[in-house]
């Protein structure tokens, strides 16, 4: 009697298996292909664009409240920052190092200071002026929140998103996207102190708004203090 191996139900199942191992083994390969082409998730990085360089020209308003004499002084000015060069800082961190350069109607540009910029752990980090403020965080959303002064003694600043990828216009510029964040916001009877900034995709801060004052009680009127608003001239 010939028996053929196939009518064994051993046979049978042995063969079952490999076909399902072959199978699994191909999804796994398909699964794998496709996580690999999967586009990366946009972390909106370009917010707070480095790249050496890089330049972006400002309008400066600001106004000077002094008590002393009671006057009020009004200064226009330009304010440059240049991306020079980038470096490994001390921790290990790709650190951008900006330029910043002053023109008055009296003189043409002359130095003013260095900032450095970095983006670390989803945080775009400045240092200016002896410190660090965190600027923004991504993915930004409009839920973000943050404190802004961690890494300084300024005292906790909670930011947060107002506006997102919304078109702005400044002069002649039409923006497609930008970003508006609260930074600070504390106003009562005998002073007002307002912080927010605005940065565009492709180039960076904006518009930067500051008031800082003191207030008389009874009649509201301005003593002492400053306020300013840098706005965007134009970048390249």
């Not at 973000?144 to 005292?155: I, K, M």
Request: glycine share 4%; hydrophobic share 35%.
């Amino acid at each position: 009697m010939v028996y053929h191996i196939n009518h064994f139900p051993i046979f049978e199942i042995m063969k079952s298996r490999f076909y399902l191992l072959i199978s699994l083994s191909c999804l796994g390969l398909l699964g794998c292909n496709k996580s690999e082409n999967a586009p990366k998730p946009d972390m909106a990085l370009n917010y707070f664009p480095l790249k050496e360089t890089h330049v972006v020209i400002y309008n400066v308003d600001s106004t000077v409240y002094n008590n002393f004499n009671n006057t009020i002084t009004n200064y226009l000015f330009q304010l440059k920052d240049t991306v020079t060069n980038k470096f490994t800082d001390v921790q290990g961190n790709e650190t951008y190092r900006i330029e910043r350069y002053k023109k008055t109607a009296t003189q043409d540009w002359f130095f003013q200071k260095v900032i450095t910029k970095k983006i670390i752990n989803n945080r775009a980090e400045e240092f200016i002026d002896n410190k660090r403020y965190v600027r923004l965080v991504f993915p930004p959303t409009l839920q973000s929140t943050w404190n802004g002064n961690v890494y300084n003694d300024l005292g906790e600043w909670r930011h947060e998103v107002k506006d997102l990828d919304v078109p702005l216009t400044i002069g002649t510029h039409q923006l497609d996207s930008t970003i508006s964040i609260h930074q600070y916001n504390e106003v009562n009877l005998i002073r007002e102190d307002i912080y927010d900034e605005t940065y565009a995709k492709n180039i960076g801060l904006v518009v930067k708004e500051v008031k800082a004052v003191d207030k008389n009680i009874s009649t509201g009127v301005i003593t002492k203090g400053f306020k300013y608003k840098m706005q965007l001239d134009s970048w390249k």
